[in-house]
């Protein structure tokens, strides 16, 4: 099956600077990468996803990188605020179906 | 449109017992898809229902089952409550489509005493 490993496991960066997570997958036939953001007692919100015939996905602060021949994707967080500190998940599925294989998480923090 | 709702948000149990959980999906959307969550294993898919059939499956043990009734709401049950499985259980809707965005609820959180 597939399997989805993600590093950093923890983030530290100062206000205003990028993050930058990323993710690898094992399946070929995986084609959509969401990423989840998950706030104590706010559950998990999709951010950004990417689907695997496209390598770059941007929104505002936020983009998605897809290299599909190395089979990684990374999050790319530009201008990070303390609003940003969550933990990030990312994940991968096959078209055919809905199941998702997540990520272990980032536990990112942004420091004042 | 109402988010994905589950109840109860905190529950209880001890050991030996059998548990159920429910799971509203977003007005529309006929697919609810169920994760467990531990520090240890992080977010594992349990099952998928879409039209009151269930269409995928992780690999957990029989002990954990759902179903889904005809206004899309999912219910999952564990019967046999171990310690391991204490965790968030998350269920997420989406539309029809498969391999679109999923919508996640808030989780509700078992602890197995």
């Known amino acids: 099956g597939e399997n989805v490993e993600q590093h950093p496991s923890t983030l530290s960066v100062q206000e205003g600077d990028s993050a930058v997570i990323k993710c690898t997958y094992s399946d070929s036939a995986s084609n959509y990468f969401p990423w989840y953001k998950q706030e104590l007692g706010k559950g998990s919100q999709l951010i950004i996803d990417i689907r695997s015939n496209v390598g770059e996905k941007k929104d505002q602060r936020i983009a998605v990188t897809l290299n599909k021949t190395a089979k990684h994707f990374s999050l790319h967080i530009t201008e990070t605020q303390p609003e940003d500190s969550a933990v990030y998940f990312c994940?991968?599925?096959?078209?055919?179906?809905?199941?998702?294989?997540f990520g272990t998480g980032t536990q990112l923090k942004v420091e004042l | 449109k109402a988010g994905v709702t589950q109840t109860p948000r905190y529950l209880i149990k001890t050991r030996g017992q059998q548990v159920t959980l429910s799971c509203s999906p977003i007005s529309g959307h006929r697919s609810v898809s169920w994760y467990q969550q531990t520090p240890g294993q992080g977010l594992q898919f349990l099952f998928e229902?879409?039209?009151?059939?269930?269409?995928n499956k992780g690999n957990f043990p029989g002990r954990f089952s759902g179903r889904q009734f005809s206004n899309s709401r999912s219910e999952m049950n564990v019967s046999t409550l171990e310690l391991g499985d204490s965790a968030l259980y998350l269920c997420?809707?989406?539309?029809?489509?498969?391999?679109?965005?999923?919508?996640f609820g808030p989780g509700t959180r078992l602890t197995v005493l």
């Open positions: 229902y879409f039209s009151e059939t269930q269409r």
């Open positions: 994940a991968a599925s096959r078209g055919g179906g809905n199941k998702l294989t």
């Open positions: 997420a809707s989406q539309t029809s489509g498969r391999g679109n965005e999923q919508f």
